[in-house]
Structures are given as C-alpha cells and as structure tokens.
Nanobody, 124 residues
C-alpha cells in the first residue's frame, strides 16, 4: 500500500513558477514509477509527466514539454514537479500517482495509487 500527499499548489501569475511535491509512504516507493496528472473543471484527467523508478527516464505531455520537469528523491520518498512559464491553461487540480510497477505509463488507468490533489491556478 502506498499513500500519497501532494503540496505546493497555489495561485500564481502567468509566466511564474511553482514546484509541486508529492510525499509517499511505504518502503517500496523507490521501486515504483510515478506520474503527475491534472484535471481542469469540465475536462477529463490528463497525463502531465512520469518518471521511472530510478529517475533516469522521464516522459512529458507535449503541452508541458520544455516547461515542466519531473524529478524524484528516493531517499526522501518524494517526487517533484517543477513548473515554469506557467500559462492560464495550466490551471487544474494536479494529482500525484504511483504506478505500482517499475515502468511508467501515460494512462491514468495504469496507476494504482493516487493523492488527493493540489490546486494550481494561473491568472492572466
């Protein structure tokens, strides 16, 4: 069992930056791929970024590539999402997810554990 708690979401102006954190419980965190997803009002949950268990491999949605960076610190059981050059269309609830296996995926259906989400609002 893995429990996830996100933090770091807030109101920011367009062009600004935020860093989201996701603290995980469980000794097997370092064995699992992790992902970030987001859901805007009236829209489906969408993939943002993912990282392999080692942190060596990463994947990004085209809409955030070059602006967002996912990373992890297995010693701290934490995964991060650094978000730069934020745009109003990045406004959403951001969710951290644990795949439960070593390899990441862009599909939300492949993730077994989810956090409660953190709100990111980007004003124009």
């Amino acid at each position: 069992q893995v429990q996830l708690v996100e933090s770091g979401g807030e109101l920011v102006q367009a062009g600004g930056s935020l860093r989201l954190s996701c603290a995980a419980s469980g000794r097997t965190f370092s064995s699992y791929a992790m992902g970030w997803f987001r859901q805007a009002p009236g829209k489906e949950r969408e993939f943002v970024a993912a990282i392999s268990w080692s942190g060596i491999s990463t994947d990004y949605a085209d809409s955030v590539k070059g602006r967002f960076t996912i990373s992890r610190d297995n010693a701290k059981n934490t995964v991060y999402l650094q978000m730069n050059s934020l745009r109003p269309e990045d406004t959403a609830v951001y969710y951290c997810a644990c795949r439960g296996t070593s390899y990441y995926s862009q599909s939300a259906y492949d993730y077994a554990y989810w956090g409660q989400g953190t709100q990111v609002t980007v004003s124009s």
